[in-house]
């Protein structure tokens, strides 16, 4: 990995990674979360820490469009339908964890409302998000 923060420019190794790594977003203190694809089974994401080594993977759910943290240390994925309609994690349509790969939230519609089906733009700032 090569981080550039604020024109300072450095390497750093990752460690125990066991995906082939389609996302990633960085989290507060130097630590990252990933999501991929993992041939041993179905924990698709993973935290790095400073240090590049693996803290801790995570079932993320299938057909994340989208993943993102916020500065509160929150992470979020948003699906697609290829994941809304087959498995139980992606089925909300937006999901929140923290930075430790726990479920915190998921959408509910309120009523009346139609459930989300797909999601084609996201962004968050500190627990707020837009879709």
Do not use: C
Not at 57 to 83: C, I, K, N, P, Q
Not at 95 to 110: F, I, K
């Amino acid at each position: 990995m090569v981080i550039d923060s604020g024109g300072k420019v450095r390497e750093q190794v990752w460690r125990d990674m066991s995906l082939r790594v389609t996302d990633l977003d960085a989290l507060p203190n130097a630590r990252f979360v990933v999501q991929g694809h993992n041939p041993a089974g179905d924990q698709n994401a993973q935290i790095v820490g400073r240090d590049g080594r693996r803290r801790r993977s995570f079932t993320l759910g299938r057909a994340a469009e989208f993943l993102m943290a916020d500065r509160r240390h929150h992470v979020w994925s948003a699906y697609g339908d290829e994941g809304v309609y087959i498995d139980p994690i992606s089925a909300a349509g937006l999901v929140r964890w923290d930075s430790g790969g726990n479920r915190q939230w998921e959408y509910t519609p309120p009523e009346g409302s139609e459930y989300i089906d797909t999601v084609y733009a996201f962004n968050v700032d500190d627990g707020v998000v837009v879709s």
